[in-house]
């Protein structure tokens, strides 16, 4: 892996700033993308402290000219990208009736919109390479949630378009696959907490007796899939779904 280029969006916090610190530690150069450059300044110091290469780039990836640019510049400094891990997410939960055009459409244009167009920047890297991993963020929301007809229908958007770039890209030794977290300890379940007026660790007492595990899940939990599903090993394992969710999904 020590040759290769990886850019993870959403990389500042959260499951981004995990997989891109363990992609990292597997020996890739890694390009962490968030909306403010500045913002990648932590998770870019952990992999540089550890020894890794890194590079903060700021850009909103559900604008064409700013991923552009952003994997131009990745391109220049660290090199071409053969590993994109499509992570950047919102949530503009609401109940359909309450549901604004706007909530619909953030939700689309970073989700959706976002993986589109930061993979087909990266992607004439990959096929000059004869060799790519594409990994995007779905969720267990993907079956269906209350509140989250934007996000559902995004993250169950995330799977189709996932199968559809291992069919178009196998051919080019590209593999292409979906990660489906349950509950991640994140700013994002803690703010779904806080909207529903529950404490974070009662939030999480309540979750993690859900799960068959009994705990709920950690942002390095969704690192070590994507991990593995960048490893070499992995070029077998390509348009699926993997859920991790510390048990089975209904
Ligand atoms: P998070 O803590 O809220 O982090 C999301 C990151 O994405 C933030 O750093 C955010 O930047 C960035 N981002 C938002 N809009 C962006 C844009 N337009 N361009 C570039 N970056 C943008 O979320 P998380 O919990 O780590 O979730 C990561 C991914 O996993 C998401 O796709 C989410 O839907 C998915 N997921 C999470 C869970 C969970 O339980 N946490 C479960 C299933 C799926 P700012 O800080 O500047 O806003």
Request: glycine residues 12%; negative net charge.
């Amino acid at each position: 892996m020590a040759d290769k280029v990886a850019v993870v969006s959403g990389a500042a916090r959260g499951i981004g700033a995990a997989v891109a610190k363990r992609l990292a530690a597997d020996g890739l150069a890694v390009g962490v993308l968030d909306l403010d450059a500045a913002h990648c300044a932590d998770t870019v110091a952990a992999i540089t402290d550890a020894g890794g290469k890194a590079v903060a780039l700021g850009a909103d990836v559900s604008n064409e000219a700013s991923v552009a640019a952003a994997v131009e510049e990745l391109a220049g400094s660290l090199g071409g990208p053969t590993v994109v891990v499509n992570n950047a997410g919102i949530l503009r939960d609401n109940l359909l009736f309450k549901m604004s055009v706007d909530d619909w459409d953030a939700v689309m244009g970073v989700h959706l919109r976002g993986a589109f167009l930061l993979t087909r920047a990266v992607q004439s890297y990959m096929v000059e390479a004869k060799w790519g991993r594409i990994v995007n963020l779905s969720s267990t929301s993907a079956l269906g949630n209350r509140g989250q007809a934007n996000y559902s229908a995004a993250k169950a958007g995330m799977q189709g378009f996932t199968k559809t770039l291992a069919f178009e890209l196998g051919k080019f030794g590209v593999t292409a696959n979906a990660i489906a977290p349950g509950f991640i300890v994140t700013d994002m379940t803690a703010a779904t907490a806080a909207r529903v007026g529950v404490g974070f660790e009662d939030f999480q007492k309540a979750a993690a007796a859900q799960i068959p595990v009994q705990r709920v899940g950690r942002p390095e939990d969704i690192a070590h899939t994507a991990s593995f599903l960048v490893s070499e090993g992995a070029g077998f394992v390509s348009g699926q779904v993997i859920y991790v969710a510390g048990g089975p999904t209904n």
